[in-house]
């Protein structure tokens, strides 16, 4: 195996990585495109660590399939929808890629599905999250692992629905609105009420006018409906101002492992929060995280363990059909149970969700973590049924009604 590293669709750079068995020179490389955010405010939920998951799936996999062998370019696609369309582009067009993974920033994910569509590539979304991607811009070349904007909704808007009533601070674009839009629509059908919202642009330094007008709103639960540094900072600053400490109860509705190392558990404890995945939950995520670990040094987020089994299930469809070709693979794909240590027999509809179960869990208190990483507490867990949004509500083009 091998990797590219790709900054910005401008350059390309060798890194050195693990090869797999010696191939024929003439015999072309199978090439996955993974494309986040390397440096940016989603670097630690995706970033380095969902390219070092994508080489740890292709070297157990064993570094080839049908001969071919496996190479990696990862890409930076800076949350700019044009930078990322114009790497993958070129990397279509010139670099032979196969397949896409990864792609946070929602805004980005649904341009790079529009391309795959066109192009008849595959598209493998494990960090990015609107449920769009499996509604109204499905794609029978797009697969959503993870989980979604609905998922997030259903694990953590319900149960809180009542908690409130509640004020959102939303990030200004695709992936925030679309968050915002489900937990609202989960909160009210649980028989909450929504007072109002704000919108902040990504990156904001300082959240304190955001802050003043959900207090100032009277809600008494405020949904944070952003990711990675962004909800970092609101939570930090939050508390900070004492809503906790006032009565006012934060739902940050989309964090991460990573997210609650930085927050640090006590500003953190007694969030709630769902995952599609949890390196503590049983001994084969443990073990498996560990090996992350090692490499990365910091245990993997839903979205890196999901961009290894995404990845993983991919490789395995192109040995049974024994070709790349996108609509045979995307077929086998979609009639193999998904089976590993991410989920327990995942099922990718024909809307190309991949269905399997959520866990919504708790922050611990300081005093309740026994080891590093030690963070979350199960409180229950989402049949993926139940999780993930009805075929009929989702209006994908590709559903027969």
Known sequence: MSL????????????PALLGPTLAQSTKPLRIGVLNDMAGIYADMAGPGSVIAAQMAVEDFGGSVLGRKIEILAGDHQNKPDIGSALVNRWIDEDGVDVIADIPTSSVLLGIQEIGRRKNKLVLASTGGSSDFTGKFCAPTG?????????????????????GPWYFITADYAF????????SEAVKKAGGKIVGSVKHPQGTADFSSYLLQAQSSGARMIGIASSGADQITTIKQATEFGLPQSGVKLAGLYLHITDIHAIGLKDAQRLILTQAFYWDLNNETRAWSKRFFERHKAMPTM???????????????V?????????????????TPVNDFF???????????MVHDLYV??????????????YLKLIRTIPGDQAFRPLSEGECPLVKQ
């Open 143 to 163: 697969i959503h692992w993870t989980y979604d904007t609905y998922a997030l909704a259903v694990g953590t808007g319900l149960p809180l629905a009542k908690e």
């Open 361 to 374: 869990l708790e922050v611990k208190k300081p005093e309740e973590s026994k080891y590093p990483w030690d």
């Open 176 to 183: 925030g609105h679309a968050l915002e839009r489900d937990t």
């Open 4 to 15: 590219r590293l790709l900054a910005a669709g401008l350059g390309a750079l060798l890194v």
């Open 319 to 335: 040995q049974a059909v024994g070709s790349a070709e996108t609509d045979k693979v995307a077929a086998q794909m979609k009639a």
């Open 303 to 317: 979205g890196q363990a999901g961009t290894y089994s995404a990845i993983t299930h991919y490789l395995k469809a």
């Open 343 to 353: 989920a327990k027999n995942g099922v990718i509809r024909e809307d190309g969700r």
